[in-house]
């Protein structure tokens, strides 16, 4: 899921993270309001920020608050549908605002997916930092003012904030709905495997030079038979807490493999493997084990692993991928050039591939130094005899940047969205 129209504000935003300013949020609350959009709205501050602040330093704090813009900007883009904005709207404080029609209880699910986000260690200059983010929350109507609504949900975060064990509150005054606690949600989730609520989804991908078909990367979905349809980031994250990421990673791998089958044998599919995959000491194996059951040929797929693999065990992943590489798999290194980007890895790890974040090409077109930085990666990876991936890839303009560049193949909104397997196998046989 993706927002097709993500406000981006280019006044008044905030020069440190990018994001835009409180004003530029009233604004264009007010406007959606007025037009009589219903919008949820997530108010965010940062317990321990000031604490970070003084014991390392503001360039410190400074670092820390442009990876949670980052992290809260690729959250809309993933998860929300409709109309966003994320707004930094005071000093370690973030808005999120969203047009798109959801429950309250899915608009909370979504909340409390943002702060688990945010929660996540944050790998800086000066060591890993933790923070621990506290929301509230509100749906705006017609007839509400922006400064009514910013003001409920300041007063409801200073509450949160001083709270130890609720991290999320209403602005409304109603509680947070237990009947969808995590571990509700947890408990729901082994479940949902057994009744056949994961569905996989295939994202197309092609050839910059010819514009053929080449395969597709499974995603994963949930049909939640109450809250609707929970989008792969949530979903893993559910998955995390409830300690069942190996269970449902190879639950996915299963489906996708199998629903791969009958695909024409010059197509590719490629799975996502998490960290907590490639740390299991028995991941190799196994996974070799599926892959030969289903009779999906191994040449045939690649594994996408993102950096944060090697942020536990390289020697240990790396040895694990060299396995799998060793039957034919081929190995993507994931969200390239979207987190720390340390070169090291690409000669640790056995890769094939590079996949470019969508960050990568985003604003290229219209930046020259934007543009160095892509080109010096893609001479570093024709170096390193890595095919490029150009990921996210959203207008004509990108597309053609990434094929004259050098990128060999692409994948985005442009030309497909994920879709199902019938629909993908329809695509196939064209
Ligand atoms: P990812 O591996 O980087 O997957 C690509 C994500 O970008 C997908 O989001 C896809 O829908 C989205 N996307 C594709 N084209 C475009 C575009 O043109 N514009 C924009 N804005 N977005 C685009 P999705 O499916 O929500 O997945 C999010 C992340 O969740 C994935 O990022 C991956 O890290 C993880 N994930 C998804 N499915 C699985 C899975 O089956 N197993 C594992 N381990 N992780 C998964
Ligand atoms: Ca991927
Ligand atoms: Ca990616």
Known sequence: ???????????????????????????????WLGQGEKVHALLIGLRRFDALNLAYGTSAGDAVLGEVAQRLKHFAADELEGAWLTARSGGDEFLLLATEPCSRERWQLAAGQVLDLLAKPIPTAWGTMRLSPRGALLRGIEG??????????????????????????????????????????????LQALDKGEIEVVYQPQFSCRDDRLTGAEALARWNHPTLGRIGAGALFAIAERADHVAQLSQHIARLALKGAKGW??????????????????????????????????????????????????????????AELAKQGMRIALDDFGAGFCNFRYLKLLPLHYLKLDRSMIEGVAGDARDLAVLRAILAMAGALELKVIAEGVETEAQRALAASEGCEFYQGFLRAQPMGAAAFLELARG
Do not use: C
């Open 1 to 31: 899921m993706s927002a097709k129209h993500s406000y981006k504000s280019a006044a008044k935003s905030d020069p440190l993270t990018g994001l835009a300013g409180r004003e530029d949020a009233a604004a264009r609350l007010g406007e």
């Open 144 to 189: 509400d003012s922006a400064a009514t609504v910013l003001d409920r949900l300041g007063q409801a975060l200073h509450q949160a904030m001083g709270q130890a064990a609720r991290r999320l509150v209403w602005a409304d005054g109603e509680a947070t709905r237990s009947g969808l606690s995590a571990a509700q949600l947890e408990g729901d989730l």
């Open 264 to 321: 024409p044998m010059d197509l590719r599919l490629s799975l996502n493997v998490t960290p907590n995959d490639l740390a299991s000491p028995d991941f190799a194996a196994g996974f070799a084990r599926l892959v030969k059951q289903t009779k999906f040929e191994p040449w045939r797929l690649t594994l996408e692993v993102t950096e944060q693999v090697l942020l536990a065990d390289v020697a240990h992943a790396s040895q694990t991928l």
